[in-house]
């Protein structure tokens, strides 16, 4: 499936994003994840847990339907499944057959979110996912909150597309928080096997639109603007902006300072769980920056939507005309074209 190889689609072998932690609590949170219906909650120890979320007797949909304690009684028939997938009861008859379950999913939490293993539960591997300093998260200063969860109707590897080319910044979101120096600025990237690490760092450039129309400052600038790719879908982003350096009275004094953190996760072959959280110095400017940045995920979320219409409807799709700056999002394909791969040679 497009951008992958014909049959390709996602890895399974995993750590994907399935929900913010705080979305998880008594109630049942229904999502979609790789093609699956999940259920998410929590225990009454506390522990969040994943669970297949359609009824193997009928397909009713288990987020639809009742808890019990730690279980999950199927609204239609009353079939009771434990956070371990098994069923405990079927209340028309006295006996549970063993084929009668449910799939648990390891779920690990790690800073706001919930990570979920989709494929093969041995395998899970708490080592692969990245830790909280290498996400860029927890760092002394700063205040990190959930921002905004969207299905968005478009296949996944256009969102990671996006942000694995940030030159796109000074055009799609050319009236708030790009500008043209943003693509012109040479690239710095280190790749491994399932990261990518991305660096502009942009000299006596314009000021953000936005930045200047909060009236904060409208000269020159200097920026390091950031991301960091960790397979299959998680990217981690700083952007900060200082006065230029050569400024008589306030060079290299610090503007504005953000982190910022999208979560990727297929939920089906065509639409999309995305997941956006911020990082700020302060209470202030991270609502500030909730507020303008709002209209600037629209843009991605369009952007995303409207290549989504134009893959879909098109009968003939001709190959994609690749230019120097598209080096990050062909490796970023390429690793997970990688992941896909080892994973059909191994079943």
Request: with cysteine; charged share 25%.
């Amino acid at each position: 499936m497009y951008p992958f190889k014909q049959g390709s689609f996602a890895p399974r072998n995993a750590w994907y994003v399935a929900a913010f932690s705080e979305e998880i609590g008594a109630s049942l949170l229904s999502r979609w994840i790789l093609g699956e219906p999940v259920v998410l909650y929590r225990k009454q120890d506390g522990t969040a847990v994943a669970v297949g979320g359609r009824c193997p007797h009928r397909y009713f949909p288990l987020g639809e339907s009742t808890r019990i304690g730690d279980s999950i009684q199927c609204g239609y028939h009353g079939f009771t499944f434990g956070p371990d997938g098994r069923c405990s009861k079927v209340p028309s008859q006295s006996n549970v057959p063993s084929v009668y379950r449910i799939s648990s999913y390891p779920l690990v939490e790690r800073g706001l979110w919930a990570f979920i293993w989709s494929g093969d539960p041995d395998k899970a591997d708490e080592s692969l996912l990245p830790s909280e300093a290498d996400m860029g998260f927890g760092a002394p200063g700063y205040i990190y909150k959930p921002f905004r969860f969207v299905s968005v109707k478009g296949r996944y590897q256009l969102l990671n597309d996006n942000l694995l080319d940030l030159t796109h910044l000074g055009y799609l979101h050319g009236t708030s928080i790009g500008t043209s120096e943003n693509a012109s600025t040479p690239e710095e990237r280190q790749v491994d096997d399932r990261t990518i690490r991305s660096r502009r760092f942009m000299q006596g450039a314009d000021c953000p639109p936005l930045m200047a129309a909060a009236g904060r400052y409208d000269g020159k600038v200097d920026r390091v603007s950031a991301m960091t790719f960790f397979a299959p879908g998680f990217h981690a982003g700083l952007d900060d902006t200082f006065v230029v350096a050569d400024h008589g009275e306030r060079g290299g004094e610090c503007i504005n300072s953000a982190k910022v953190f999208h979560a990727v996760t297929p939920a089906t072959r065509h639409d999309t769980n995305y997941f956006f959280a911020l990082g700020g110095t302060s209470e202030p400017q991270v609502d500030a920056l909730k507020q303008a940045l709002w209209p600037v995920l629209d843009e991605d979320i369009f952007a995303t939507e409207e290549i989504e219409k134009i893959i879909g409807r098109s009968e003939n799709l001709p190959p994609e005309l690749m230019i120097r700056s598209d080096t990050t999002t062909v490796e970023g394909r390429r690793i997970l074209q990688r992941m896909m791969d080892l994973e059909s040679q191994a079943d």
